[in-house]
Every structure is written in C-alpha cells, then in structure tokens.
C-alpha cells in the first residue's frame, strides 16, 4: 500500500497541549511489512513441524532428510515446553496486574476514608 508524501494521511496535527499526533495511516505500510514477515515465519514453522511430525516417520532412517530435524520425542517436548512457558507468562501477568489493581482500590478506599 503506498501513501503518496502530501495526502492527508501524512499530515499532522497539534491538540491544545501542542503534542503532535500522528495520523493512524501513516504506519500502514510497516504495518502490513510487520504482518507479512509474521505470516511467513508461522507459515516457514508450522511447513516444518508438520513434516517433522507427520512425513519424517515415513522416511527411511537413513535418508539425507533425516539430519535437517531433531530426534521424534522433541517433537513433544518442545511445544509442552512452549506451551508451561506461554500459561507461566500470562498467568504471571494477570496476577500482577490483579496485584496492581488491588493496591490501587486500597489507596483509594484509604484516601476517602481520611477525606471523611
């Protein structure tokens, strides 16, 4: 997608604090670049764990295809580990923002409390 230099997407503007924001179009472009390069890694991983898990069984041991993938049973523990990893991950992150909140409603509760 290519955004001329003097359309009204590049243009800017200033609110009353003369912060300049920026228009939403102006990062279409990387945007979609962002998105593509996402697309063909998940493409380029999900081509390879297939065949790693689905064709590489039906190949001879001896086959040349064989040295380009890990032994089978890393075809398990690798997602089991991505898997622990990305639940810890986001389990850590709601219970810190769970932690925030609540400290948040604490201070509050206790400011009206002295306000009255």
Not at 49 to 78: G, N
């Amino acid at each position: 997608m290519f955004i001329p230099r003097d359309s009204p997407a590049q243009q800017t503007s200033k609110n009353k604090k003369n912060t300049i924001i920026r228009e939403p179009h102006q990062f279409a472009v990387f945007d979609v670049l962002v998105g593509l390069v996402m697309l063909g890694v998940a493409t380029v991983v999900f081509v390879y764990y297939t065949a790693w898990t689905f064709l590489l069984p039906f190949i001879d041991e001896e086959s040349v295809l064989q040295q380009f993938f890990l032994p089978r049973e890393w075809a398990v523990k690798i997602p089991a580990a991505l898997l622990v990893l990305g639940a810890s991950a986001v389990s850590f992150f709601i219970g810190s923002v769970l932690i925030k909140s609540s400290k948040k409603a604490k201070a509050k509760a206790d400011k009206s409390k002295k306000s009255n």
